[in-house]
Nanobody, 120 residues
């Protein structure tokens, strides 16, 4: 499966953005999709995931209550809705895929990321 994240941009603190992770090649119904981000000078950070059937989501404490993940299997797309954005959310955001039953370390199929910049 090939993944492409999009929807980033420059926003002000408190604004919202919705990122998309569009898949091609295979159905997303086979995969968990994870969202990651990497800020300048920092390690890539896992921020959340959604299960293959869209019924289970997980978000790290750093974004819980502000971000949500959803999935549209018919469109083969996963969304990351980001609300109440903060300057510390500034990063390149990536989506990745892993098969059911595999570990978080198995996330792969990285596509190009999308830049999110939040000004104060």
């Amino acid at each position: 499966v090939q993944l492409q994240a999009s929807g980033g941009g420059l926003v002000q603190a408190g604004d919202s953005l919705r990122l998309s992770c569009a898949a091609s090649g295979r159905s997303l119904s086979l995969y968990f999709i994870g969202w990651f981000r990497q800020a300048p000078g920092k390690e890539r950070e896992f921020i959340g995931q959604i299960s293959w059937n869209g019924r289970l989501t997980y978000l790290e404490d750093s974004v819980k209550g502000r971000f949500t993940i959803s999935k549209n299997n018919a469109e083969n797309t996963v969304y990351l809705q980001m609300n109440s954005l903060k300057p510390e959310d500034t990063a390149v955001y990536y989506c990745a895929a892993k098969l059911r039953g595999s570990a978080r370390a198995d996330y792969g199929n990285w596509g190009p990321g999308t830049q999110v910049t939040v000004s104060s």
